[in-house]
């Protein structure tokens, strides 16, 4: 249908040129490039590819090491449902307001700072993995370090091993926050011994993973909880260089009423000035006005910090990347690229990986490792599948098994598979009509069997670059 139009002459006639030249093919379905050719010049038309580079003019160039500082730490809280993360950062929010700084945290932003001994640590206000791996899957990896908060008077719950496998898949160190031992029935020694089950091995014990016992609701330990993630945070030696043109990623976004477009920007590298020209997504615009949480005006927001701005044309999506620029012709023409792209492509930004191509990119030398997401019915037959699939892992691919759990697939499973690039295997279990429905919007290959034999079979095949087309 848009090739018909392009060359203006009818869908009927395109899909008969098509038939002619044997491809049976429907109004919507998209050809590929040499089909193009070859039916475009049953119209007397040449098609030439061209690629859009929507990055030029665009400050890429790495920091010196000299001009880097220390920036705070970006945290995320993860957990199974009603086990206080909410509680968690709504108590966070309350008690450490800024020294200095007048009046609480009032407005949701969708992240906020506060201040522990005099160190910052920003925190992302939409707690849960779904958020977190929503925005992994658009290329933002935002967080530092994710606390994962399990509440002693209940277990490590399925929710709970989501959002352990959704962090180790970012490679985001974890801190837990062992809840609610303010309850008659908390066993944290429970909670200890199930981590240790997974082989996360908390540091009372031993092991290399930082743990607090804490209550979020009477706001017992917070600040253990908080010297313990600035810890984690130190090891990671964060920096950034506050001397250039801002970018970041976009946290949320609305159209208010009577302000406009305005949008919650996290600052990753850089400094972002009212009057900067910023790009974002297939926006831009000059930045009117900047306001911190706490409703305060402010004029620049250095390295992690969450600010709401006014100023874009637009609302771009959580995830997206921003950068700010020269001048505002160049972020518009950039902009709009990036539509044109958006429409010609149908929001597709990336192409994952399928089985068929395994091979073939193993071949050519750029496939290195192949991540899996298990689901199953029954927990044996997903661990003995998972381990043999590890096993076939071979000197030019490994093969990693990056979440496996009983249930079926779940829109969290293909957003995870769309952020690690992952291929889900399904065992006796089927994807929900949602996470089809998204598996199909971003290409990610879901295989179902009913033989563990035929899985362990294809996996090989395609590693080894011999998988059977699909027909
Ligand atoms: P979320 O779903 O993980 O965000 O969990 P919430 O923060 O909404 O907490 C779920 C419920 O557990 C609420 O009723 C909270 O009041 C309660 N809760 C959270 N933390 C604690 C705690 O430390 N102690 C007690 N007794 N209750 C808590």
Known sequence: SELASMM??????????????????????????????????????????????????????????????????IVTVMGHVDHGKTSLLDNIRKTNVIAGEAGGITQHIGAYSVNVNGRRITFLDTPGHEAFTAMRARGAQVTDVAIIIVAADDSVMPQTVEAINHAAAAQVPMVFAINKIDKPGAN?????????AMNYLVEDWGGKYQSQEISAKKGINLDKLLEKVLLEAEMLDLKANPNRMAQGVVIESTLDKGRGYVATVLVQNGTL???????????SGRVKAMFNERGTRITEAPPSTPVLVLGLNGAPQAGDTFN???????????????????????????????????????????????????????????????DSLIKLSKEEVQVNVI?????????????????????????????????????????????????????????????????????
């Open 8 to 73: 203006d002459v009818g869908v009927t006639d395109v899909i008969t040129a098509c038939m002619n030249l044997g491809l049976m093919v429907s109004i919507n379905q998209r050809l590929d490039a040499e089909a193009l050719v070859v039916v475009a010049e049953e119209f007397g038309y040449k098609i030439e590819f061209v690629t859009v580079d929507t990055q030029e003019a665009i400050d890429t160039e790495e920091d010196k090491p000299e001009d880097l500082v220390p920036r705070p730490p």
């Open 188 to 196: 944290t020694d429970k909670i200890r011994e199930e981590l240790s």
């Open 273 to 283: 000035r009212v009057g900067d020209v910023m790009l974002s997504g297939t926006y």
């Open 324 to 386: 700010v620029m020269d001048d505002e012709r160049s972020a518009r023409d950039i902009a709009n690229k990036r539509e044109q792209l958006q429409r010609m492509q149908g929001l597709r930004t990336q192409k994952h990986i399928t089985l068929d191509e395994i091979g073939r990119r193993i071949a050519i030398g750029n496939f290195k490792e192949l991540n899996i997401i298990i689901k199953g019915d029954v927990d044996g037959s997903i661990e003995a599948l998972a």
């Open 403 to 471: 979440h496996k759990a009983v249930g079926p697939i779940s829109e969290s499973d293909v957003l995870l598979a769309a952020a690690s690039n992952a291929v889900i295997v399904g065992f006796q279990v089927r994807p929900s009509t949602s996470a089809r429905r998204l598996a199909e919007k971003e290409e990610i290959e879901i295989r179902l069997y009913s033989i563990i034999y035929d899985a362990i079979n294809d996996i090989k095949d395609a590693i080894e670059g011999m998988l059977a087309p699909v027909m």
